[in-house]
């Protein structure tokens, strides 16, 4: 069958990206779903910065690649052998689609599967290569398993998650990357305990996730840091009981904390806030890194921050989390009230629109945007 799809051939720095265009609109062809994997009408897909670090780079994909990892969608067929969801479902699209038997898989950390790494590095699929062609007959790459700025994707059952057919779909395609990333840093990765502190540095859709996450999880003292007043804002509005620029933080941090907070999450992908969450943390504390750097940066932290001060500085990969038991009880958190987090929607845009979304995106004006590839959002 025929898809529209956002197309990227040539990965580019040259901004203002709604001038230079670095991404379009394709007509690609999609194959038919395989042993294990389903089709989706994707309903809305939400702009991440690890798309936008394939568009500029960082993140180095094989290219020609259909982008979009992010988003929740109504199953429409299934392929032999698929059981976990029927045509109707309503599912949310996940970016690792562990295999269930690999070593990280068995030890209960799906996000680190070892055949996932290898599908989604390879811009295929979890059960085979990839099933997108363009108009001249060449292959087109998946991005993460999911291709999700597209009318419809083919993903592995492995890449979905049930959910309830009343949560809006604006609502719904956070879920898969930006919540569980975020949340999961505070609440799997640091295992943050109620009364505790915490910082969280960069607020894009990753770090207010963080932030939601430390007030669901009973954090005291919440500390956001961004350069930007009006991300400060937001972040005091979803649960952050203090805001500051980055340039105010360490001393405020020291004095709200009594020296140093119990957890900071870093969610820039900059070597230097890195080092400033690590130094931001009390004797004892968790730092945890969820951005993503760009390749060959490194990171020069005190020696003496770990055994001298029993400080620790953590990787975290989809915020550690098993997606089937993290999406719904994220959810569930946010029909509480908890996870506001149709709050980080920045706004709805159609998929002819992707450009200017990612320099809005590029530009830090933007939290979370949500494309509106097959129309679903506008019926």
């Not at 989604?120 to 060449?138: E, F, I, V, W, Y």
């Not at 929607?345 to 002819?352: E, I, R, Y």
């Amino acid at each position: 069958m025929r898809t529209r799809a956002v197309v990227l051939r040539e990965v580019s720095t040259r901004r203002p990206y709604e001038r230079t265009a670095p991404v379009a609109v394709e007509e690609l062809e999609l194959g038919a779903p395989r042993e294990g994997e389903l089709r989706v009408r994707i309903a809305a897909a939400s702009l991440c910065h690890s798309d936008l670090s394939v568009v500029n780079g960082d993140r180095v994909r094989p290219l020609p690649m259909a982008l979009g990892h992010e988003a929740v969608g109504v199953v429409e067929e299934t392929g032999p052998g698929v059981r976990r969801v029927a045509p109707g479902d309503h599912v949310a699209l996940v970016f690792v689609p562990s295999c269930g038997f690999c070593a990280a898989c068995a030890e209960g950390r799906p996000a680190l599967c070892a055949r996932a790494a290898e599908a989604n590095g390879s811009g295929g699929l979890l059960h085979g290569p990839p099933l997108l062609t363009d108009a001249a007959g060449q292959p087109v790459h998946h991005q993460l398993g999911v291709s999700a700025f597209s009318e419809y994707a083919v993903v592995a059952q492995e890449s979905v998650v049930p959910i309830p057919a009343d949560v809006p779909f604006t609502v719904a395609s956070m879920f898969g990357c930006a919540v569980l990333t975020g949340a999961g840093a505070v609440v799997n990765t640091a295992a943050l305990r109620p009364g505790q502190s915490a910082v969280v540095f960069g607020l894009g859709g990753v770090g207010l996730a963080a932030v939601l996450g430390a007030r669901a999880a009973g954090a005291s003292v919440r500390v956001a840091v961004d350069p930007v007043a009006g991300k400060r804002e937001l972040a005091l509005r979803l649960g952050a009981t203090h805001a500051f620029t980055p340039e105010e933080a360490p001393e405020a941090v020291r004095e709200l904390t009594g020296g140093g907070a119990d957890v900071a999450v870093e969610a820039v992908g900059s070597p230097g806030v890195m080092a400033a969450a690590l130094a931001a943390v009390g004797r004892g504390g968790k730092a945890v890194s969820v951005g993503l750097p760009a390749p060959g940066r490194s990171l020069e932290v005190p020696a003496l921050a770990f055994a001298g001060e029993g400080k620790s500085l953590l990787g975290s990969y989809m915020g550690d989390a098993v997606p089937r038991r993290d999406i719904p009880r994220f959810l569930g958190l946010w029909r509480s009230g908890l996870m506001p987090v149709e709050l980080l929607h920045t706004g709805t845009v159609p998929l002819g629109g992707v450009n200017t979304a990612l320099e809005e995106l590029a530009s830090g004006r933007a939290i979370r945007q949500v494309l509106d590839p097959s129309g679903m959002l506008a019926a």
